[in-house]
Every structure is written in structure tokens, then in C-alpha cells.
């Protein structure tokens, strides 16, 4: 052949075509019980066309199981999976527009690489010059044009999981489901290849749902973040609300670092050693949650504030540990301004809080940075 | 240079003599016996204390290959194991993928009954099944030899299979169904070739124990059905005369160092290791 395919194909031949296969995703009230346990307990979720949402939660939380339920892998106790309104509940894997990325990338190792992307393809009937050129466009959209005649175990982990990402582009599935593709690789590999899944899947603005227990790659890639909790959601939102205003005490405490002060709140005020401040909740048990970024330091005369018991810097911030009333350990991130040394003491300030009772938030607030203590300001917490 | 820091270099430095014994104790063990057998084949005179025959030739060859038994025995014996390994296979590893891949009530019973056909002395359950044939009339008849060599493949035919089956990455053939293969489409392209090398090994070791079954043959098969390895009994039992035995022997060994030769190929790649849960 004199011209090769790839020039006949258009620049961005790919993403035409791919647009309309864009596609909505509703799950309601999905639930799969393995014996008496339930795995996904009631789970209902519209993911919109285009969009990422990550489902993000520790293992057991049931997050691959609700993707392996809409590639079709498990079949649901009850509820319903539809796709652009197509009731998909009942059909299986074969049948459904979905394609699956498995973490172990699974790619077939009697297959070379164009042969386990053109799978798919030739199963369609296509012809064998489309079969062709398709494959060799599925092989530059990740990367790796020209190497459709390496054998599988010829590859990098990186490679072979663009190569998987490819066979399930290749067909333009409505929705690409990801479970956990990275987890195999290098912290570096790793960070590469989701700004790579990123920026593919923006371009081809394709439905996708990703399932991760690494709350950087959640926060990284995601449109929405859903957290799982024991087959149950607890919060389903943008990255950066689900990091600043998470509503539970799970999420609180699952996403980033988080210092928890429990006490009873009694007369409208939280005490917390000489910490005070006034709450409009019903007085009860409650859960002060504060981030580090968020706790503010003071020097403490005498006996009272908190004992620092480690202080690191990173350059930027440095990080205090303290121990506090009751053995409680917080850590708070300061400015290099100011230093507190091992022993010391220190008055927490804490200027963002998030009040939680019985897991759900009860309250939350602001307070101004008190005088003479030092404290990151960021663009937060006047936005 | 200590060997603690340089074993490798100690190993291609220093000559090994413990692998140079067990070689000349293996080469003894094995190769003698044949080296000697194949002699006696091509022996037409050879008296004791005489360390090498006073006369070669292909005498005996030439006597054994114009007997029309020998070749009806060749005959019989190839049809004997290609049917016993093609019924063994249509009936062995559907039932092998079904152990390695599905849930049934009692399947771990199933799985070790075909075990406790081999935990028996062999006989004894031979003489019990050919008393059942007899009244089936299934002695001296070819489908009675094929039933009851049928019934020694099953273990091999099951358990190296049902491995291979294990073996194949759960998630490869989902990644099949998900670009839309049916499930019979991803047994015969993704499960079967990934299995493949292993199962064809199975396939190779039954054809090759079931070409020199012995007992079967004979306490079902005879005198009708008489096979390579039974006939070679005979002429051994019946007349003194080593050649005979040796010959045969000979011949027989081509089908199996046919077979191991492609077994190598096809196992080189730990596809046989794999077979025995490696």
C-alpha cells in the first residue's frame, strides 16, 4: 500500500465519529446482595454525557461491584441500569455499548497488539482495510503508533494498559467504564497515564465512570466525585466540594487529612480544653473536624493549648503534630514564619470547621484568625 | 573471588562434578537398557560371555515385518488410541471446563472420583469391569478395548485440563465478552488457545498411554484384539527368541519419540509445568 491509512484518516477522524456515541448513564436503586451481605445497598446515580465520575472508596466499599453490574459482569439483585434511556439491566456484556478497562489490563497474550484491538472490529464483520485503519488510529490516540505487530509481553505496564484502553476505544463504546487501571503501575507511570485518560477522554468526550480507591487520582480526574461506604454512597459531588465541604464524618475523614475533636456540646458551645466556640446545634455529642490546613497555631502561655510533638518542614508548609486535651492528636500546616519547637505550646485556632453528628454535618463555620498567629491564607476561605 | 560473592561466576569457573555423576547415573540407568534392547534388534547372533554380538544383521526385521499379525496389530493399535484420545477429549474437557470455571453441588467429589480410579490396583478393578463386560458381551471386541482404555485416560484427560482451564486469566475472556464476543466464541478464541498448549499436551500423553496400555487390552481385548504391546507379550511369552521382543520394541518406539518431539515444542513454554498446577 502506498499511502498508509493513518494519512488517509483525517486528523481527528477519531473524535467525530466518537461524538455521537456520547451517552447518559442512569443506575436506580441498584442493589446486589452476596447471601445475607450486601454489596451495593440501594445505589442510584445519572451520570451525565461526557462526564468522569469517580467512584471512590475502600476496598469492600463496593465500587467494582457497581461496575462490574453496568459492564454487565454481575447481575443485580434489584434495581435498574439504563443507557440513553435503553433499559440494559438484563443484557449481557457482549450486548451492552459499554467498554471495560480491567485493572490487570487483560489483554489476550496469544494476540499481538494489533490483533487484540482489532478483536472487537473483526467480531463486528468489518472490512478488513476499516479493521485496519481503525487500529491504527486506536494506536496513535494512545500513543503508540507502529506498534501493532509487538507481542504483548513485549510492552511496558504503561503500554499494555494503553494498549487495553485502546482495544476498549476502538469501538466507540457509550460508556467507558475504568476499574482501577493504574493500580499495577509506578506512583509516576501512574500520574502520567491519568492525565493521558484525562485528557483522551475530554477530547473524546466520552462517558466515563472510574473506579479508584486513590483519592489523588479521584480528586485529579474526576467531574464528580461518588464516595462508597460499605455499598452505600455518601456523598456524591464535584472534587473540591467533596474536599471542603464533605457531608459526612466518613468522607471527612476518607478524603485528605482531617483532625477530629470530639465533646458534648452543652449551652451552645464546643469545648475542647480552652478551645470554645459557639455551635447553633441541639446540645449533644458532636465531632469538630478541622483540616490541617485549616488549624490555625498561637503560643500558649503556661500549662494550657496543646503540646507540639513533632514539627517537619516541607519547604512551603511545615507540618505540627500536637497532642491536645486528652491525648487527642491533631496536625496542623503552618507558615514558615513562624516555628514551633518540640515541647512547645500551642493555642489551636481553628479558622474552618465542619460539625458532624451520628456521620451527618450538623453545622459548619468560619471564625476570623485571631491575632498574633500565623496561618496559610488561602484563596478558600475568603471565596 | 569467594563463592559468596560470586556464585555465578564459581558455577561456570569451577567444573561441576556432581552434575557430571548424576549425568553418567542417569545416562546408565536410562540409556543402557535401550541401547542394549536396540543392539538385540539388530542382533542375529549373540552368545553369552560375548560383550557385542558375533553377528548383526536384519534377519529378524525382515521375519518380523512380512508377519500379517504384526501389521494388523500396528493397524489396530493406531485406531485404538486415536478413538480412545478423540472420545477422551469430546467427553474430558467440556467436563474439565466445567470443574474449572463453574459451581456445582458435589463437584469436589466428582473431581476426586476421577482420582480413585488410579488408587485402586489397576487389576483388580480390570478383572471387576471385564466380569460386567463379559456379560455385555464387550470381551474381545474393539469398543470393549476403547471402553476400558477410555477409563485410564480419564484422569489425565481431567486434571491436566481442569489446570489449564484455572490457569486462564478470569478477566481476559470478560475483556472478550466485552467487546462482544458470545460465550462460546470466548472459549474457542481466548480460553482454548490460552489452555491450548497444556491440553495438547494432555492429548499427546493420552495417545501415547493409551497406545502401550497393556492390561486392558489383553484381559478385555485378547484373543481378538490383540495390540502392538500385547502382541509383543506374546512373542516374549511364547518363544525364546529375544529379537522378536527387541524389534518390536524398536518399532514401538517411534510413535512415542514422534510424540515427545512435539510435545517439546508446544511445552517449551511452561505450558506442561502449568498442567501440573505450576
Request: hydrophobic share 50%.
Given at each position: 500500500?502506498?499511502?498508509?491509512?493513518?494519512?488517509?484518516?483525517?486528523?481527528?477522524?477519531?473524535?467525530?465519529?466518537?461524538?455521537?456515541?456520547?451517552?447518559?448513564?442512569?443506575?436506580?436503586?441498584?442493589?446486589k446482595?452476596f447471601?445475607?451481605?450486601?454489596?451495593?445497598?440501594?445505589?442510584s446515580?445519572?451520570?451525565?454525557?461526557?462526564?468522569?465520575?469517580?467512584?471512590?472508596?475502600?476496598?469492600?466499599?463496593?465500587?467494582?461491584?457497581?461496575?462490574?453490574?453496568i459492564?454487565?459482569?454481575?447481575?443485580?439483585?434489584?434495581?435498574?441500569?439504563?443507557?440513553d434511556?435503553?433499559?440494559?439491566?438484563?443484557?449481557?456484556?457482549?450486548?451492552?455499548?459499554?467498554?471495560?478497562?480491567?485493572?490487570?489490563h487483560?489483554?489476550?497474550?496469544?494476540?499481538?497488539?494489533?490483533?487484540n484491538?482489532?478483536?472487537?472490529?473483526?467480531?463486528?464483520?468489518?472490512a478488513?482495510?476499516?479493521?485496519?485503519?481503525?487500529?491504527?488510529?486506536?494506536?496513535?490516540?494512545?500513543?503508540?503508533?507502529?506498534?501493532?505487530?509487538?507481542?504483548?509481553?513485549?510492552?511496558?505496564?504503561?503500554?499494555?494498559?494503553?494498549v487495553?484502553?485502546?482495544?476498549?476505544?476502538?469501538?466507540?463504546?457509550?460508556?467507558?467504564?475504568?476499574?482501577e487501571?493504574?493500580?499495577s503501575?509506578?506512583?509516576?507511570?501512574?500520574?502520567?497515564?491519568?492525565e493521558?485518560?484525562?485528557?483522551?477522554?475530554?477530547?473524546?468526550?466520552?462517558?466515563?465512570?472510574?473506579?479508584?480507591?486513590?483519592?489523588?487520582?479521584?480528586?485529579?480526574?474526576?467531574?464528580?466525585?461518588?464516595v462508597?461506604r460499605?455499598?452505600?454512597?455518601?456523598?456524591?459531588?464535584?472534587?473540591?466540594?467533596?474536599?471542603?465541604?464533605?457531608?459526612?464524618?466518613?468522607?471527612?475523614?476518607?478524603?485528605?487529612?482531617?483532625?477530629?475533636?470530639?465533646?458534648?456540646?452543652?449551652?451552645?458551645?464546643?469545648?475542647?480544653?480552652?478551645?470554645?466556640?459557639?455551635?447553633?446545634?441541639?446540645?449533644?455529642?458532636?465531632?469538630?473536624?478541622?483540616?490541617?490546613?485549616?488549624?490555625?497555631?498561637?503560643?500558649?502561655?503556661?500549662?494550657?493549648?496543646?503540646?507540639?510533638?513533632r514539627?517537619?518542614?516541607?519547604?512551603?508548609h511545615?507540618?505540627?503534630?500536637?497532642?491536645?486535651?486528652?491525648g487527642?492528636?491533631?496536625?496542623?500546616?503552618?507558615?514558615?514564619?513562624?516555628?514551633?519547637?518540640?515541647?512547645?505550646?500551642?493555642?489551636?485556632?481553628?479558622?474552618?470547621?465542619?460539625?458532624?453528628?451520628?456521620?451527618?454535618?450538623?453545622a459548619?463555620?468560619?471564625?476570623?484568625?485571631?491575632?498574633?498567629e500565623?496561618?496559610i491564607?488561602?484563596?478558600?476561605?475568603?471565596? | 573471588?569467594?563463592?559468596?560473592?560470586?556464585?555465578?561466576?564459581?558455577?561456570?569457573?569451577?567444573?561441576?562434578?556432581?552434575?557430571?555423576?548424576?549425568?553418567?547415573?542417569?545416562?546408565?540407568?536410562?540409556?543402557?537398557?535401550?541401547?542394549?534392547?536396540?543392539?538385540?534388534?539388530?542382533?542375529?547372533?549373540?552368545?553369552?560371555?560375548?560383550?557385542?554380538?558375533?553377528?548383526?544383521?536384519?534377519?529378524?526385521?525382515?521375519?518380523?515385518?512380512v508377519?500379517?499379525?504384526?501389521?494388523?496389530?500396528?493397524?489396530?493399535?493406531?485406531?485404538?488410541?486415536?478413538?480412545?484420545?478423540l472420545?477422551?477429549?469430546?467427553?474430558?474437557?467440556?467436563?474439565?471446563?466445567?470443574?474449572?470455571?463453574m459451581?456445582?453441588?458435589?463437584?469436589?467429589?466428582?473431581?476426586?472420583?476421577?482420582?480413585?480410579s488410579?488408587?485402586?490396583?489397576?487389576?483388580?478393578?480390570?478383572?471387576?469391569?471385564?466380569?460386567?463386560?463379559?456379560?455385555?458381551?464387550?470381551?474381545?471386541?474393539?469398543?470393549?478395548?476403547?471402553?476400558?482404555?477410555?477409563?485410564?485416560?480419564?484422569?489425565?484427560?481431567?486434571w491436566?485440563?481442569?489446570?489449564?482451564?484455572?490457569?486462564?486469566?478470569r478477566?481476559?475472556?470478560?475483556?472478550?465478552?466485552?467487546?462482544?464476543?458470545?460465550?462460546?466464541?470466548?472459549?474457542?478464541?481466548?480460553?482454548?488457545?490460552?489452555a491450548?498448549?497444556?491440553?495438547?499436551?494432555?492429548?499427546?500423553?493420552?495417545?501415547v498411554?493409551?497406545?502401550?496400555?497393556?492390561?486392558?487390552?489383553?484381559?478385555?481385548?485378547?484373543?481378538?484384539?490383540?495390540?502392538m504391546?500385547?502382541?509383543?507379550?506374546?512373542?516374549?511369552?511364547?518363544?525364546?527368541?529375544?529379537?522378536?521382543?527387541?524389534?518390536?520394541?524398536?518399532?514401538?518406539?517411534?510413535?512415542?519419540?514422534?510424540a515427545?518431539?512435539?510435545?517439546?515444542?508446544?511445552?517449551?513454554?511452561?505450558?506442561?509445568?502449568?498442567?501440573?498446577?505450576?
Amino acid at each position: 500500500m502506498a499511502v498508509s491509512p493513518r494519512v488517509l484518516a483525517p486528523e481527528g477522524a477519531f473524535e467525530t465519529e466518537s461524538e455521537t456515541t456520547m451517552a447518559k448513564l442512569t443506575i436506580e436503586h441498584l442493589r446486589k446482595s452476596f447471601g445475607a451481605t450486601a454489596a451495593v445497598d440501594d445505589f442510584s446515580l445519572d451520570v451525565d454525557d461526557g462526564e468522569l465520575v469517580c467512584l471512590l472508596g475502600p476496598s469492600g466499599s463496593g465500587k467494582s461491584t457497581i461496575l462490574r453490574m453496568i459492564g454487565g459482569f454481575e447481575h443485580p439483585t434489584s434495581g435498574t441500569l439504563r443507557i440513553d434511556g435503553q433499559d440494559v439491566t438484563r443484557l449481557p456484556p457482549e450486548r451492552r455499548p459499554t467498554g471495560m478497562m480491567f485493572q490487570s489490563h487483560a489483554l489476550w497474550s496469544h494476540m499481538n497488539v494489533f490483533n487484540n484491538i482489532a478483536f472487537g472490529l473483526k467480531l463486528r464483520r468489518l472490512a478488513r482495510a476499516e479493521i485496519r485503519r481503525k487500529v491504527e488510529e486506536a494506536l496513535e490516540l494512545v500513543g503508540l503508533a507502529g506498534y501493532g505487530n509487538r507481542q504483548t509481553f513485549q510492552l511496558s505496564g504503561g503500554q499494555q494498559q494503553r494498549v487495553a484502553l485502546a482495544r476498549s476505544l476502538v469501538l466507540e463504546p457509550k460508556i467507558l467504564l475504568l476499574d482501577e487501571p493504574f493500580a499495577s503501575l509506578d506512583q509516576h507511570l501512574r500520574e502520567r497515564l491519568r492525565e493521558e485518560v484525562r485528557e483522551i477522554q475530554q477530547r473524546l468526550g466520552i462517558t466515563t465512570l472510574f473506579v479508584t480507591h486513590g483519592q489523588d487520582e479521584a480528586l485529579a480526574m474526576a467531574d464528580r466525585i461518588v464516595v462508597l461506604r460499605n455499598g452505600q454512597c455518601e456523598q456524591v459531588d464535584a472534587p473540591d466540594i467533596v474536599y471542603r465541604q464533605p457531608q459526612t464524618e466518613f468522607v471527612a475523614g476518607f478524603i485528605g487529612s482531617m483532625n477530629f475533636l470530639r465533646a458534648t456540646v452543652e449551652g451552645g458551645r464546643f469545648r475542647h480544653g480552652d478551645l470554645s466556640i459557639a455551635l447553633d446545634v441541639a446540645d449533644g455529642p458532636a465531632v469538630l473536624a478541622i483540616r490541617p490546613e485549616d488549624l490555625g497555631l498561637a503560643p500558649a502561655e503556661g500549662e494550657t493549648g496543646a503540646t507540639v510533638l513533632r514539627s517537619t518542614d516541607f519547604g512551603s508548609h511545615i507540618m505540627v503534630d500536637l497532642e491536645s486535651e486528652g491525648g487527642v492528636r491533631v496536625k496542623a500546616m503552618t507558615s514558615p514564619a513562624l516555628r514551633f519547637d518540640k515541647g512547645s505550646r500551642a493555642k489551636l485556632a481553628p479558622t474552618l470547621y465542619g460539625v458532624y453528628r451520628d456521620n451527618r454535618l450538623i453545622a459548619s463555620g468560619r471564625l476570623p484568625a485571631s491575632p498574633g498567629e500565623c496561618k496559610i491564607n488561602r484563596s478558600v476561605q475568603t471565596a | 573471588m569467594t563463592s559468596r560473592s560470586a556464585p555465578f561466576a564459581i558455577r561456570s569457573s569451577r567444573f561441576d562434578w556432581t552434575g557430571l555423576f548424576f549425568a553418567i547415573v542417569l545416562t546408565i540407568v536410562i540409556a543402557v537398557p535401550l541401547l542394549v534392547v536396540v543392539t538385540w534388534a539388530f542382533t542375529e547372533v549373540w552368545r553369552y560371555p560375548s560383550v557385542i554380538p558375533q553377528q548383526f544383521g536384519l534377519r529378524y526385521w525382515q521375519q518380523t515385518l512380512v508377519r500379517a499379525d504384526v501389521w494388523d496389530a500396528l493397524w489396530i493399535s493406531i485406531r485404538l488410541s486415536a478413538t480412545v484420545t478423540l472420545l477422551s477429549a469430546i467427553i474430558c474437557l467440556p467436563a474439565a471446563y466445567a470443574f474449572a470455571r463453574m459451581k456445582f453441588p458435589g463437584r469436589d467429589i466428582f473431581f476426586l472420583s476421577f482420582l480413585a480410579s488410579h488408587a485402586f490396583p489397576k487389576f483388580g478393578l480390570l478383572v471387576a469391569i471385564a466380569a460386567i463386560f463379559l456379560k455385555l458381551d464387550l470381551i474381545a471386541t474393539f469398543w470393549g478395548v476403547v471402553l476400558i482404555q477410555l477409563v485410564s485416560t480419564l484422569m489425565l484427560m481431567i486434571w491436566i485440563p481442569v489446570a489449564a482451564f484455572q490457569a486462564v486469566d478470569r478477566r481476559m475472556e470478560e475483556a472478550a465478552r466485552d467487546v462482544g464476543a458470545s460465550p462460546l466464541r470466548v472459549f474457542w478464541s481466548i480460553t482454548l488457545p490460552q489452555a491450548g498448549p497444556t491440553i495438547f499436551a494432555a492429548v499427546l500423553l493420552t495417545f501415547v498411554s493409551t497406545f502401550y496400555e497393556t492390561e486392558g487390552a489383553w484381559l478385555i481385548g485378547a484373543p481378538q484384539i490383540r495390540t502392538m504391546p500385547v502382541l509383543m507379550i506374546s512373542y516374549i511369552n511364547n518363544q525364546i527368541v529375544v529379537q522378536y521382543g527387541a524389534v518390536l520394541s524398536v518399532i514401538l518406539w517411534v510413535p512415542s519419540f514422534i510424540a515427545l518431539m512435539f510435545a517439546r515444542r508446544v511445552v517449551s513454554n511452561g505450558g506442561f509445568a502449568k498442567g501440573f498446577g505450576a
